[in-house]
């Protein structure tokens, strides 16, 4: 019992953080385009805006469960197969990649408008404006958006887990479920509310850190 839940853990915390690390950088310099683009903005373009918008949202607005047998050719084409943690990444970050896009884009244009002016003043380009200002001060923000990307990655890698992925989601189906161990059941529960908790801990840590360390600058 203990061998197969530590390997479940193994597994789900593997996808939990590939898809995280993934979603990172790539839905940071979304979200940042997002924010950058929007009208009244130095880089205003509504087109860009409203189509990336809509992408986004659209994404968003599919059940977690409806994307992964969506994109099942897809994750095949990039892994070679549908199952097991590796594939599970793929329909993860998609998942992940809108959220945490937009929560980045809520981040950066909470930044007060003087700071790009200067920078403009300096002669600083589009792209220094965006990662040497915008996305520096708005990081603990983005940081507290991606460990809200990392919770909600826990709770999408057990419905993953259902469909082939391994993990606890598998255990608490296969074992709990299906075979009507109330262990199993009760152990996966206390470890996934434990991951969840542990994330949020880190993330706060890592975002009072990141604001004594800018208060310093």
């Avoid at 990307?149 to 993990?167: E, P, R």
């Avoid at 296969?174 to 529960?189: N, S």
């Amino acid at each position: 019992m203990l061998h197969e839940l530590l390997n479940a853990l193994e597994e789900t915390l593997f996808m939990i953080f590939a898809a995280g690390l993934i979603t990172w950088f790539i839905g940071l310099p979304l979200g940042a385009i997002l924010s950058v683009t929007a009208p009244q903005k130095f880089l205003a373009n509504t087109y860009v805006h409203t189509s990336l918008n809509f992408l986004l949202n659209t994404t968003r607005s599919i059940p977690y469960i409806v994307l992964m047998i969506a994109v099942i050719p897809f994750t095949h084409f990039v892994v070679g197969s549908v199952d097991g943690c590796v594939a599970a990444v793929i329909p993860l970050t998609l998942a992940a990649v809108p959220h945490f896009a937009q929560l980045c884009e809520k981040a950066i244009s909470r930044i007060q408008p003087g700071l790009i002016e200067a920078a403009e003043a300096a002669g600083a380009s589009s792209f220094q404006i965006i990662y040497k200002i915008l996305i520096p001060e708005a990081l603990p923000n983005i940081i507290k958006g991606l460990t809200i990307t990392l919770t909600h990655l826990v709770g999408y890698s057990t419905i993953a887990g259902a469909l082939g992925a391994g993990g606890l989601g598998a255990i608490m189906i296969q074992k709990g479920y299906q075979a009507f161990h109330i262990d199993y059941v009760l152990i996966t529960l206390f470890l996934l509310i434990a991951l969840v908790q542990i994330i949020q801990s880190c993330g706060n840590y890592i975002v009072h850190g990141s604001i004594h360390t800018s208060s310093n600058v």
